[in-house]
C-alpha cells in the first residue's frame, strides 16, 4: 500500500469510527437477540414436530455393518488407506492434519503479501487450490471405498496361515510350513516382506 492510499485510508477510517457505534453493547445486543430467537425456534420445532429417531438401532451382534466415518472425515479416511505402513498411521492421523492446521494458524505472520487478488498472490493461489483438490479427491475416494475386508491392506500372519493360503489342504502340514518360511525369509531379505515376533515366539509376516 501506498503512503498517500494509506492516508486516505486512516482518515476514512477515523471518519467512519467517529460516526459509527460501538461494538458493546449495539452489535453483541444484535448478535444475542439473533442467536436467542434461532434457539427458540429449534425448541420450539422440537416440542411441535418431535425429536427424529435413528433409522437403524446399533446391532452389536451383526457382522455385516461397514463402519465408516462421518462425510467430514472421508480424506482422514482415505489418507489411512493410502499411507499403509503401520509405523506411519500416526503420521496420517496426527501428524498431517497437525502440520497442516499449524501452517494455517501461522498464515497471517509468513504471508505478509498485502494484496488480496488471488492472480497476484500465484504461489497462495496455487497451494490453495491444490490442498482443496486433494481433500476433495481424498474425500470422494474415501466416500466410494469399500468395506475393510474388501480393500487391499497389508495384515499380518503367521508362517502357517500363510501356507495354507499357498498350499492346499491335502498338503498342510510342517513340510508346508517349512518351504513357506523359506519363501517369506527370502522375501525379507529382499527387503518385499516384514518380520516381527510376538511375545509367545510366533513369527509374524507381511508380505508385499
Not at 486512516?10 to 453483541?28: D, T
Amino acid at each position: 500500500m501506498k503512503p498517500r492510499e494509506k492516508e486516505d485510508y486512516l482518515r476514512n477510517y477515523q471518519v467512519l469510527k467517529s460516526q459509527g457505534k460501538p461494538f458493546f453493547p449495539y452489535a453483541v445486543l444484535k448478535d444475542s437477540t439473533m442467536a436467542a430467537i434461532v434457539l427458540a425456534v429449534i425448541i420450539a420445532m422440537s416440542i411441535i414436530l418431535g425429536a427424529g429417531e435413528l433409522a437403524n438401532r446399533a446391532d452389536p451382534t451383526t457382522t455385516t455393518y461397514t463402519p465408516r466415518p462421518d462425510w467430514y472425515f472421508y480424506f482422514l479416511f482415505e489418507l489411512l488407506r493410502v499411507i499403509k505402513p503401520p509405523s506411519l498411521v500416526v503420521l496420517a492421523t496426527v501428524g498431517i492434519p497437525t502440520i497442516c492446521l499449524v501452517l494455517l494458524l501461522l498464515l497471517p505472520f509468513y504471508d505478509r503479501n498485502p494484496e488480496r487478488r488471488p492472480e497476484r498472490r500465484p504461489i497462495a493461489t496455487t497451494t490453495a487450490v491444490a490442498v482443496i483438490a486433494a481433500m476433495a479427491y481424498l474425500t470422494y475416494m474415501g466416500a466410494h471405498a469399500g468395506a475393510p475386508d474388501q480393500i487391499d491392506l497389508k495384515v499380518p500372519a503367521s508362517v502357517q496361515a500363510f501356507s495354507q493360503r499357498l498350499f492346499h489342504p491335502r498338503s498342510w502340514g510342517p513340510m508346508a510350513e517349512s518351504e513357506t518360511y523359506a519363501h517369506l525369509e527370502h522375501l525379507r531379505i529382499a527387503g518385499d516382506a516384514d518380520r516381527r515376533a510376538e511375545r509367545d515366539g510366533t513369527l509374524l509376516y507381511v508380505a508385499g
